[in-house]
């Protein structure tokens, strides 16, 4: 099942660039190695902004939230770093264009 995965980060006061960026370091390591594992499909950081944007590829909802609460952020206790999380179900083009023969025909 894939999911469009938007994520924005943000320092909060009183915490250190180093801190900051040391956990988003973990965190993209951890999707590196969900791109060689076949659960990201497309991960992408949007220019000029603390936003990133994943296509994952899980069996489920339920696998979906464990992957999300098994990320470094999550971890690590410094979830409060992403400000705005917003999650999309994606379905096949494909299945849509299928759905259209009958709606067309209504």
Known sequence: MLFLLKAHLEKPGGTSNREFYSAWKKESEAALEAIRAGVIKGLW????????????????????????????????????F???????????????????????QG
């Open 45 to 80: 950081k949007v220019a000029g902004m603390p936003e990133v944007y994943a296509v994952l590829d899980v069996e489920s909802a339920d696998a979906l939230d464990q992957a999300i609460l098994n990320l470094p952020l999550w971890k690590l206790g410094v979830s409060h």
């Open 82 to 104: 992403v400000t705005e999380l917003e999650i999309t179900a994606l379905r096949p083009y494909e299945h849509w264009a299928e759905d259209l023969k009958t709606l067309a």
